[in-house]
């Protein structure tokens, strides 16, 4: 069956003008195997159609009875018959109240940009501008835990080269075992312990080891002689920790390795301080003096460790199409995070499930009816000092966004891009509302209660579900406890019940919106994949129903369809292909009762299709 639906100037629709036509075919019942439930078998029942060209009105209409896009291919999923019910869900973006959660995925994302958030999953930014490959080196340290622990490897190293030079001239005995420095940060929670801790930042005991190797080597020394050395007894009462550690605090002090550090010996210890101000009483220290003769009160920045540098994001939204560098991300992406096999990411699949779309493009008008970037299919990109490290799929329509697919740089995973981008989209549909006010809605696509990974979407409050029977919509606080018990549920059945309401309005421009009612936010885990799986590949399965030729139906260029025409035209065939089946089993009695029945049907629907619109019956 096909069907083409013509949206041309009317009087009654005029915001609709010029939006182009919507070209379908039907392909009937489609089977496959199910991505969300892993079944075995083709569990996974939906009904199909393939896109020739859909307006963006009709699209959104299609969204709001139960319809999604893959590419071309747009699907319903049959939701008494299928194994994983899938909802539609929305929520209206002023309305929006981020969780606890959501809020820190935002702050981690500012430190994230201003140097400042240390992540030890996070991999260095490659490729990002710079003028010189230490810039590049100074972005590792700063977005690497394991930064820190250079910083005290190479303090450490510095304090090896001063403890041998003051070896060499102490005159300690030959064959003193010198041991490896270890310098330790000291905690905030460690430094609350101790007193006068003000500005300490690393601590090292190397000098009762020192000692200790001293002690050692004279005992040795004694017992193969067998008689204690004058010179041993003067040298045993001058290697006592505290004398070592002031003598090689002096060295260290001096030391241009160690300039923005006083370092301050204390009961054997080396202690490392941040400012000559805040030692402990009784204890001084020079501050060391730079080459320049300049006093430095800073921890160390030396050439090594240049100041913290701010990362750029930028967010580019474009028109659905190839992007090389795109496809490079995602193929990365679906390689390490769903464990694609690479040749299975190619880039024709590539295209057919995010690039090709039949939604007709709507440039930007200016009179309030149209955003500034039209209406159509876009890929929102989000580049952090040039470098791209996440692209969202969306759909931008007359009342909505519809979030299609999200992809992201495997190495920043800790950053919880998904959250973050799902944020920013709320974000713009706020921002847009000014430039086409009937656009209010965010939609995050099916919402699969009896899959946990997609119950993340909920965590976007306060959020609406679709009811899959009067496509009326209803608040998920009210469907959840439903969705508890089984896994299809008539909600609307439910919703006038629970919520107390004596009535609904329903709108075929907003739907249905209910009283919010407050509640406790819920911080649902976010699953590796913030998208839904794709169900079925276009033309993988074959349609259990056969094309009909009779039941083909051809609507003229002048003329509009209101409502769910597509559904309409399924609900006509499929009354007609079981009057086929069954009528020859009634008498003439029984075969005129299906008949009235079925031109009932047909007087019920006439008025929601245009009036030249040819459809038959047989």
Not at 22 to 49: E, K, N
Not at 174 to 187: D, E, H, N, W
Not at 422 to 428: F, H, M, R, T, V
Request: aromatic fraction near 8%; charged fraction near 25%; proline fraction near 5%.
């Amino acid at each position: 069956m096909a069907a083409k639906i013509g949206t041309e100037a009317s009087s009654s629709r005029s915001s609709r003008d010029n939006r182009g036509e919507s070209v379908v075919a039907d392909v009937g019942r489609r089977r496959s195997s199910c991505g969300y439930c892993r079944s075995s078998g083709r569990t996974s029942v939906a009904h199909g159609l393939w896109a020739h060209s859909i307006t963006a009105d009709d699209y959104q209409d299609l969204l709001d009875r139960g319809w999604r896009r893959s590419g071309v291919f747009l699907y319903k999923p049959e939701m008494e018959r299928t194994c994983c019910p899938s909802y539609t869900i929305r929520l209206k973006a002023c309305d929006f109240i981020p969780s606890k959660e959501q809020t820190r995925v935002t702050k981690k994302m500012q430190r994230f940009l201003e140097g400042v958030f240390d992540d030890k999953k996070s991999k260095p930014l490659a490729g990002e501008p710079s003028n010189s490959s230490s810039a590049v080196k100074e972005i590792t340290r700063l977005s690497d835990e394991r930064s820190k622990e250079e910083d005290l490897h190479i303090l450490s190293q510095q304090l090896d080269n001063v403890v041998h030079t003051w070896a060499t001239i102490s005159e300690i005995p030959p064959g003193v075992q010198l041991p490896k420095a270890s310098i330790k940060r000291i905690t905030h929670n460690k430094r609350k312990l101790i007193s006068g801790s003000e500005g300490l930042l690393y601590t090292c005991s190397i000098s009762f080891q020192i000692a200790a190797n001293i002690k050692r080597s004279v005992e040795r020394n004694e017992s193969r002689t067998m008689r204690p050395s004058t010179d041993s007894v003067e040298l045993t009462s001058e290697i006592s920790p505290n004398v070592i550690a002031e003598k090689l605090a002096g060295l260290l002090n001096q030391h241009a390795g160690f300039a923005g550090l006083v370092i301050s010996p204390l009961n054997g210890h080396l202690n490392f301080y941040c400012d000559p101000k805040l030692l402990p009483s009784g204890k001084k220290a020079e501050v060391p003096v730079g080459a320049d003769g300049s006093k430095h009160n800073h921890m160390v920045n030396n050439s090594k460790h240049p100041h913290k540098k701010r990362r750029r994001l930028e967010i580019h939204l474009k028109r659905s199409s190839f992007d090389p560098e795109e496809y490079d991300l995602y193929r990365r992406y679906q390689i390490r995070v769903h464990n694609d096999a690479p040749d299975q990411v190619s880039e024709s699949s590539y295209r057919r499930f995010l690039v090709d779309t039949p939604i007709v493009f709507v440039p930007p008008r200016g009179d309030g009816t149209v955003p500034s970037c039209g209406f159509g299919s876009f890929h929102q990109q989000y580049v952090i000092d040039g470098k791209l490290v996440a692209v969202g799929v969306v759909d931008i329509l007359p009342r909505c966004l519809s979030s299609k697919y999200l992809f992201w740089d495997p190495d920043l995973a800790s950053l919880s891009l998904g959250k973050y981008t799902a944020l920013q989209e709320i974000g713009w549909v706020k921002e847009n509302q000014a430039h086409c006010s009937s656009l209010q809605y965010y939609y995050l696509g099916y919402y699969i209660h009896s899959c946990s990974k997609m119950r993340y979407k909920a965590a976007y409050r306060p959020s609406e579900l679709l009811c899959p029977k009067r496509y009326q919509w209803v608040n998920f606080d009210i469907a959840r406890p439903l969705l508890d018990k089984k896994p299809y549920v008539v909600l609307s059945d439910f919703a006038t019940l629970q919520s107390g309401e004596s009535s609904r309005r329903v709108s075929s421009e907003t739907g249905l919106e209910p009283q919010l009612q407050d509640s406790d936010q819920e911080d649902l885990v976010e699953s590796p994949t913030d998208e839904d799986l794709v169900m079925m590949e276009p033309g993988s399965e074959g349609s259990e129903d056969d094309s009909d030729p009779e039941m083909d139906h051809v609507l003229s260029n002048e003329e509009t369809v209101d409502g769910d025409v597509n559904s309409i035209l399924i609900g006509l065939k499929n009354i007609r292909m079981r009057f086929k089946d069954i009528q020859h089993a009634f008498g003439s009695g029984e075969r005129r009762y299906l008949e009235l029945q079925l031109l009932s049907y047909k007087k019920a629907v006439g008025p929601v299709l245009s009036e030249r619109m040819v459809y038959s019956l047989g």
